[in-house]
């Protein structure tokens, strides 16, 4: 079964703690990329990666860090320094330029 | 930075009807994609359309572009309560390779 999967479903972080969401992929897909939705909002791009262990900064990358060390896996921390985390944390990939972006399940983060 | 603007930003008919959602964009793109997210789930992809072509069609789906407007509409025609759904515009506008989405279309089916 090829597709992206995301973990945890739900994840719950107390006050300066950091938290990682995963996101693998079994498309063979080079680029991967990390979106922030809240409430009835578009899409916000945190950190993309077009090829393992590279990675650029998105629009809102602030108070969070990501890693690229294999094809397959793309983690995302969220750290302390992040004040707002609460939302919904979605995971893509996509082939090549041009080409749909395929999307995980997503992660909601909610804050204790 | 926000490049796609979907108007309207909710749209609610009956069962049956057809459903128009409009995106516009601010510079030149390579290509642009629609995608529905139901409610807590992830997006879906439904047309992409390059900026070469005019019109594409998938099923009960239309999508149009318009360069010199800057713009591109979704029709989805005999609409039904399972359309319900946000509904996505993304640029891609070449440099990097990532896409920017809009804000969404909320799309309500009454049957």
């Known amino acids: 079964d090829g597709g992206i999967t995301q973990s945890p479903k739900y994840l719950f972080r107390k006050e300066g703690q950091n938290v990682t969401l995963s996101c693998e992929q079994n498309l063979n897909h080079d680029a991967m990329y990390w979106y922030r939705q809240d409430p009835g909002q578009g899409l916000r791009l945190i950190y993309y990666?077009?090829?393992?262990?590279?990675?650029q900064k998105g629009d809102i990358a602030e108070g969070y860090s990501v890693s690229r060390e294999k094809k397959e896996s793309f983690p995302l921390t969220v750290t302390s320094a992040q004040k707002n985390p609460t939302a919904f944390y979605l995971c893509?990939?996509?082939?090549?330029?041009?080409?749909?972006?395929?999307f995980g399940p997503g992660t909601r983060l909610l804050v204790l | 930075s926000q490049q796609g603007e979907e108007d309207p930003q909710a749209l609610s008919i009956q069962e049956g009807e057809n459903a128009t959602m409009n995106c516009s964009y601010k510079t030149s793109i390579n290509n642009l994609q629609w995608y529905r997210q139901n409610s807590g789930r992830g997006l879906v992809h439904l047309i992409l359309?390059?900026?070469?072509?005019r019109e594409k069609h998938s099923g009960r789906l239309r999508v149009t572009l318009d360069t010199s407007k800057k713009s591109s509409s979704l029709l989805i025609t005999a609409s039904r309560a399972a359309d319900t759904a946000s509904y996505f515009c993304?640029?891609?506008?070449?440099?990097?390779?990532?896409?920017?989405f809009g804000q969404g279309t909320r799309l309500t089916i009454n049957p």
């Open positions: 893509a990939s996509q082939l090549a330029r041009g080409e749909t972006q395929y």
């Open positions: 993304a640029t891609d506008a070449g440099g990097a390779q990532k896409l920017v």
């Open positions: 990666s077009q090829i393992v262990n590279d990675f």
């Open positions: 359309i390059r900026s070469n072509e």
